[in-house]
């Protein structure tokens, strides 16, 4: 088990500029969640697959993000156009259902920065 | 709409002090309830969680959380810190009528003087 992985873990770029970040769950989970997380505040949900498909997604999850997840496994978060406002630490977590709840487990993060 | 509540956006405390970070949730519904710890440059961990059963919960390293269903309350409580324990603190909250997303606190960071 090694855990969520995040991939890059720091990005700088400048406003309008399109980015992407990539997470791999820990193998086996087939749930797969995105959040945000900004300075002084805990996580936001943006949204959540199960296997390859997209259950839910936040009203936060402007039409500049999109997320995929094609094969079930590994899944991108992709901002286009970025905006100052989109700065911020961009979580993953996994879990594996267990009968009623799963537990989610993070990676350490993508940390944005929009100049 | 649902949310949670952290009070107390720092706490400060002397080492081997006890320490208690507290929780709110809006509603009374079925939940599920974490905490989770962040500590400096690292993601988060999970602490501990209560699902079902006995209301009070423990984590390996002495921290304890007790679910109070009438006050939607999860305050989680040390009785002795360390300076290790200086971090940042979110509880988190499932209600079981959504897609098992959590919804979090503002956090509590725990400041541990010595």
């Known amino acids: 088990d090694t855990g969520v992985s995040q991939d890059p873990r720091h990005k700088i770029t400048k406003r309008g500029q399109n980015v992407t970040f990539r997470c791999d769950p820990i193998?086996?989970?087939?749930?797969l969640y995105w959040y945000r997380q900004t300075l002084g505040q805990g996580p936001e949900f943006l949204t959540y697959?199960?296997?390859?498909?997209?259950?839910?997604k936040s009203r936060l999850l402007s039409d500049r993000f999109s997320a995929e997840r094609p094969k079930g496994s590994f899944s991108t978060l992709e901002i286009q156009r970025t905006e100052q406002g989109d700065s911020a630490m961009y979580l993953c977590?996994?879990?594996?259902?267990?009968?009623?709840?799963?537990?989610?487990?993070f990676g350490p993060g993508t940390r944005l920065t929009v100049l | 709409a649902q949310s949670v509540t952290q009070l107390d956006s720092q706490v400060p405390v002397f080492e081997e002090a006890p320490v208690e970070l507290r929780c709110n949730y809006s509603?009374?519904?079925?939940?599920?309830l974490f905490w989770y710890v962040q500590y400096p440059n690292q993601g988060l961990q999970l602490l501990l969680k209560?699902?079902?059963?006995?209301?009070l919960v423990e984590s390996i390293n002495g921290f304890e959380a007790e679910f109070n269903k009438s006050q939607t309350s999860f305050h989680l409580r040390k009785p002795s810190v360390h300076i290790s324990d200086t971090a940042e603190y979110f509880c988190?909250?499932?209600?079981?009528?959504?897609?098992?997303?959590?919804?979090f606190g503002s956090g509590t960071r725990l400041l541990v003087r010595p």
């Open positions: 977590a996994s879990s594996l259902p267990h009968p009623g709840i799963d537990t989610q487990y």
């Open positions: 193998s086996e989970h087939n749930r």
């Open positions: 697959f199960q296997n390859e498909a997209q259950l839910e």
């Open positions: 509603s009374s519904v079925s939940v599920y």
């Open positions: 209560y699902l079902s059963g006995s209301t």
């Open positions: 988190a909250v499932t209600w079981m009528d959504s897609s098992y997303k959590l919804i």
